[in-house]
């Protein structure tokens, strides 16, 4: 048994502009959401339908920040190459998320790698305006859902729709297959397939009002990663 698996965190602040150089508060403010997005503590987690309420999973991996960098840089776009990594690599990838705050370009809100990937690429990247949700941000993507979908990402969790048509799987039972992704605020019930769709997880594409939860299965297949023989033991060991 893991018990809580804690993650520290370095978050690398890359501006071209002070607008980009975002505060410590909004900083802060991410950090709070991934605490309480990941723990379900969030106080929209009570909004799921009832088909959907008993999975609304506590993952029991908790964040904890243990440093902020800053860099002002002419570079006004960063692209989903890596470029940003090279230019600031992370710090100990093996024990620590390290997030990069940059404007990434393309209307791209945010990209992660998986785990199992190179160490000097390992981590996420999320643009300033989608950061936190105080400070610099921008709705409808200003409730710091694009860490916790990325973060999802860099913890081994797949799109809901498993990246493809009906019956294609996530890797995760009790999330229901869908056809692609769901954009917007979707009604309930959204039917794509053969069952409505879990629209509400947090590994959609929908705003993040109206993302508030991870699954009982997708929280296993997470902390799967930590355990003995996986990607991730360097947060337990
Ligand atoms: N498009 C991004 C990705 O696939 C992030 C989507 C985040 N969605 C949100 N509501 N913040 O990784
Ligand atoms: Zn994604
Ligand atoms: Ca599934």
């Known amino acids: 048994n893991l018990g809580i698996v804690n993650i520290p965190v ?107 990937g190179p160490a000097s690429t390992d981590g996420v990247v999320i643009a300033p305006q989608y950061f936190g949700d105080t400070g610099y941000v921008s709705a409808p993507y200003d409730k710091g859902r694009t860490a916790t979908h990325e973060v999802g990402h860099y913890l081994n969790l797949r799109h809901i729709w498993g990246d493809g048509r009906c019956r294609q799987d996530d890797f995760v039972a009790d999330t229901p297959e869908s056809d692609g992704p769901n954009y917007g605020c979707p009604s309930y019930p959204t039917v794509n397939c053969r069952s409505n769709d879990m629209t509400m997880n947090y590994m959609d594409y929908v705003y993040d009002q109206c993302m508030y939860m991870f699954s009982e299965g997708q929280k296993a297949r997470m902390r799967t990663i930590f355990m003995d023989g996986g990607p991730r033991t360097g947060f337990v060991n």
Request: net charge negative.
């Open 10 to 116: 370095v978050v690398h602040v890359v501006y071209s502009n002070s607008q980009q150089n975002i505060t410590d508060q909004q900083i802060n403010s991410q950090i709070d959401i991934l605490n309480a997005d990941f723990r379900a503590a969030n106080s929209d987690a009570s909004n799921a339908p009832s088909e959907f309420a008993g999975l609304v999973a506590d993952s029991e991996i908790s964040f904890t920040l243990s440093n902020v960098f800053r860099h002002s840089n002419s570079r006004a776009e960063w692209g989903t190459r890596d470029d940003v990594k090279y230019a600031y690599p992370p710090v100990s990838p093996s024990n620590t998320l390290n997030i990069w705050v940059a404007n990434i370009g393309g209307g791209i809100l945010g990209y992660a790698q998986f785990p199992g």
